[in-house]
């Protein structure tokens, strides 16, 4: 057992009416605990175990332990909670001080709405052990206990949402610290990538708007803070204000951060300071600066700050624009992998949700080395799952109504653990998690046979009307502001259903499980679907998600009679008007189906609703919506339009596959064999791209030349692999391949 296990929850003592913690002006104030202690020789070795409730820092002499920052992070806090074992050696001397300060982090913020659902303590609170190891061979402990003090932070003001605020002019003084009972069976070692700083991004171009508003233009939008220099006189009070965009005008445009007030705000002291936030974070690519007469913009540096995930692909061809929507799908992943999946990481939400992380896992186990990342998610998830089998809709959970079981959102108990098994081929992931996948299917399943009780058929939808955020943000309504798409969440539903059932049925297989009534279940319920749904090969329904699931689900005994009908659509729409859902696999339909033609043109669509439009209008991460900012520079609705979501970004999957052409084969997971399957098109003449896997560099390039398409194809050793281009069949070997076929 780790020695923090030893040590006692600390919090600071409320003593006077100064001193009540989380009443009045100091709710949101952070706290520092410490204590001083002198070494009985010389050492061999020492180690911090610290974790907090609320977000901490640890120092030693004045030097901040790790390079982690909002450590614990953010998990199913009522039984889970991190902690963080750090080598100290290198910073003890014979005199030492131990310092913890901490703020309220994700469990304490008050937008109600969005509120951590469990909060098992009163206010902020430590748990801290060092543990000493001597050259003689004897070993001291140092633990969080009634011997230690504490005192509020000058970092006045902390909250997730609306910022920091540090005065400098504000007294420090020194108090007892109390001990209280909170639970040490919720401590876990730390099992999540570790969030860290991240790329800096100096000397931001100084903007005057038309409303005299000084503004910093960082030239990309990013999730982290901003470090400044000031040397303002006693009491000035200097604020920052962070935002992703200018309105039509030129001028400052929050209304899109809804009540987030992502300020940071300092007032000055006598001598000069550098500051940056130490326990919030931002979305954001403009900083409004107020309070500085004379803004040099020298002084500012924006951080990039997010989990310390290892890049593992490339991409670049003779599209621009392409090149630059892979650059915004790369930014839209690293600004909300920020410990937890988040949709945004601007507004007053910043949440964990589901549907965005399943519609995204392949394209992010492509870009980045997640399987740590996601496994630290999914243990959360399963945490939460509730004893029927129903998944959450956010992860972890949150107050927020509706919170459990939306098609589609909660299939990522299912879908997520497949598709990191896909990519890196670790059969153990499917082990973890076949029980909650189990669970999740058995849940639908068993809501479908009590919707059939007394119909007379063996299965009926089984939430043909409530709880389903259905093909969110789809645009094939009258009215494109609508949040909900046309789509039938019914239809939507069962064929989530029996997606799962069939991912659950392979996952079964593999792990040597009994499968026979889950193979049942996607038999009735792919009947039940097409007599529901479809007439002889087409939908009912007529909107591209329909005919989108249908393909990417097997349901259709007539997959090209689908095709047609969904190429039908998308040729009376002038593209896609599909939302979250349909969005993930609409290039897929069409290109595994005989229109790759088609899909290229959806791809390459410049004008709105499209990938690269946002891209014209100067996105540098992907947009919520497709409508997000019109062609007139007018906003779509304020309420729901973050201009950092990744779930649009999950095009980077197909292009990646079909456009690049690097596949695995399932069968063979995690690139233990190649599929290389480009398709390519003439608009798009030359292709570049890579993917770093357990085995090695697996790499592919080619380009039209003189009316013929010149392929290279890099292979790792040890990994079999074979081409499939252009209805040709044939095996490649180890290293370097190269051909050449007519275009």
């Known amino acids: 057992m780790d020695i923090i296990f030893e040590a006692k929850w600390l919090k600071i003592a409320e003593k006077s009416r100064h001193f009540k913690l989380f009443k009045d002006k100091n709710k949101y104030r952070a706290v520092e605990f410490s204590k001083k202690f002198r070494l009985g020789g010389e050492i061999s070795e020492a180690s911090l175990s610290v974790t907090a409730l609320g977000v901490f820092n640890a120092y030693i002499n004045g030097r901040k332990v790790g390079s982690d920052i909002l450590c614990p992070g953010w998990t199913s806090y009522k039984t889970r909670l991190q902690y963080f074992t750090y080598d100290v050696t290198e910073l003890l001397k014979e005199d030492n001080e131990l310092m913890v300060e901490a703020g309220t982090g994700w469990r304490f913020h008050n937008v109600s709405e969005w509120a ?27 633990i969080s206990d009634e011997s230690w003090r504490a005192r509020y932070s000058k970092v006045v003001f902390n909250h997730i949402y609306d910022g920091e605020k540090a005065d400098y002019t504000a007294p420090a003084e020194e108090t007892a610290v109390k001990v209280f009972t909170h639970p040490k069976s919720v401590l876990i070692p730390a099992e999540g990538e570790r969030v860290r700083e991240r790329e800096i991004f100096s000397s931001p171009k100084l903007i005057i708007t038309p409303k005299g508003e000084k503004v910093l233009d960082f030239g990309q939008e990013i999730t982290g803070y901003v470090e400044f220099r000031g040397q303002e006189k006693r009491g000035t009070v200097i604020t920052l204000r962070h935002f992703e965009t200018l309105d039509k005008h030129g001028n400052v445009y929050t209304a899109n951060l809804r009540s987030a007030k992502q300020t940071v705000t300092v007032i000055a002291a006598d001598e000069g300071f550098v500051f940056k936030p130490r326990f919030t974070f931002y979305g954001f690519r403009y900083v409004e600066v107020e309070g500085i007469e004379k803004v040099s913009p ?14 593992t692909s490339s991409f670049e061809c003779s599209v621009p624009l392409l090149n630059r ?57 399963r945490a939460e799952q509730l004893p029927d089998g129903n998944i959450p809709n956010t992860c972890p959970v949150n107050k927020f109504r509706n919170g459990y079981g939306s098609t589609g959102w909660a299939d990522a108990a299912v879908i997520v653990p497949w598709e990191l098994y896909l990519a890196y081929g670790d059969v153990g992931i499917l082990r973890r998690y076949y029980p909650m996948m189990k669970g999740w299917v058995d849940y639908m399943a068993h809501t479908a046979e009590a919707n059939a009780h007394g119909t007379g058929k063996d299965f009926v939808h089984p939430w043909r009307a409530t709880g389903h955020y259905g093909d969110w943000l789809a645009l094939d309504k009258k009215d494109i502001f609508s949040v909900v798409g046309r789509t039938d969440t019914g239809l939507i539903a069962t064929a989530y259903l029996i997606g799962s059932a069939k991912i659950l049925v392979k996952t079964g297989k593999l ?21 529901e749904y479809m007439t002889g090969g087409r939908m009912k329904q007529d909107t591209e998600t329909a005919c989108v699931l249908a393909l990417e689900f097997g349901l259709s005994e007539d997959p090209i009679a689908t095709a047609a009908q969904l190429d039908e659509y998308v040729e009376k729409a002038g593209g896609l008007n599909t939302g979250f859902l349909g969005t993930a696999y609409i290039l897929y339909a069409l290109s595994d189906n005989g229109y790759a033609s088609r899909a290229y043109d959806l791809l390459l669509k410049e004008t709105p609703p499209s990938w690269l439009y946002p891209i014209t209008k100067g996105a540098t991460t992907v947009w919520e919506r497709w409508n997000s900012i019109e062609p007139d520079g007018s906003f779509a609705s304020a309420g729901m339009n973050s201009l950092n979501h990744y779930a649009y970004g999950a095009v980077f999957g197909w292009m990646f596959t079909n456009l690049v052409g690097i596949n695995y084969d399932e069968s063979a997971p995690g690139y233990a064999r190649v599929v290389y399957a480009p398709i390519p098109d003439k608009r798009i003449t030359r292709v570049k791209g890579s993917i770093d896997t357990a085995r090695g560099t697996v790499s592919a390039e080619y380009e039209l030349k003189e009316g013929a398409w010149r392929f290279t194809v890099t292979i790792p050793a040890g990994v079999e692999a074979v081409a499939r281009v252009s209805g040709k069949e044939f095996a490649l070997k180890e290293g370097r391949n190269e051909f050449t076929l007519n275009g």
């Not at 009163?122 to 402990?141: F, H, N, P, S, T």
């Not at 020298?298 to 890049?311: P, Q």
């Not at 040597?512 to 097409?530: H, I, M, N, P, T």
């Open 116 to 142: 951590t659902q469990d909060i098992a303590a009163d206010g902020i609170g430590i748990i801290c052990a060092l543990g000493i190891r001597y050259a003689d061979g004897k070993r001291e402990l140092i």
């Open 298 to 311: 020298a002084d500012f540096r924006a951080i990039a700050v997010y989990s310390d995930i290892k890049r």
């Open 325 to 381: 929507l892979y650059e915004n799908i790369l930014w839209g992943q690293r600004g909300n992998f920020l410990d937890v999946p988040t949709d945004c990481p601007q507004r007053d939400e910043r949440l964990g949700w589901t549907g965005d992380a399943q519609v995204f896992a392949k394209t992010a186990a492509i870009n980045f080395d997640v399987k740590k990342f996601f496994t630290k998610w999914l243990n959360d998830l």
């Open 511 to 531: 792990l040597g499980q009994d499968v026979a009534y889950y193979e049942k279940l996607v038999e009735d319920a792919s009947e039940f679907f097409r007599n």
